[in-house]
């Protein structure tokens, strides 16, 4: 038998890796350093722009803070008035109306009336009990003068 002693492809793939290692191991270092000069370069025109863009946000931003200082108290303004015309709306309502009754109060100034009870087939008056069904009966009420 022949032995051959060839790379297969999984070796050629294997030695190709391990060059590009090395080649990013050493072209790294110069990268860096190409890096660092334009960012250096580039931080110089960054500097002066965001100056300029600062002091164009610092005039817009001074601009807001002030209208909205305003703004503000305008709309305190229209509060304080909407609140005074309600209050005055409010007092003239009360002083056009005559003075109610409570409504938990189940009589008029003239007469106070409860329920006595239901009226039964023959004209008895029944007391209503927790089985009395009142929808199909006739209530009876009783009711007194007050004055």
Do not use: W
Not at 20 to 43: C, H, Q, R, T, Y
Not at 76 to 94: A, K, P, W
Not at 111 to 133: A, F, K, S
């Amino acid at each position: 038998m022949i032995k051959r002693t060839g790379l297969s492809v999984m070796g050629y793939a294997i030695v190709l890796v391990i060059i590009l290692a090395v080649v990013m191991i050493i072209s790294a270092p110069m990268l860096v350093g190409e890096f660092e000069k334009d960012a250096g370069d580039n931080s110089k025109q960054d500097e002066v722009t965001s100056e300029e863009i600062n002091s164009h946000e610092n005039d817009y931003n001074r601009y807001m803070d002030e209208n909205f200082v305003n703004i503000t108290d305008e709309m305190h303004n229209i509060e304080r008035r909407l609140s005074s015309r309600i209050d005055n709306i409010e007092m003239r309502q009360n002083e056009l109306q005559p003075p109610s009754v409570p409504e938990h109060r189940n009589y008029s100034d003239m007469y106070m009336c409860r329920i006595e009870g239901v009226q039964n087939e023959y004209g008895n008056i029944v007391p209503i009990t927790g089985e009395t069904d009142i929808s199909t009966q006739k209530i009876v009420f009783v009711c007194e003068y007050r004055r």
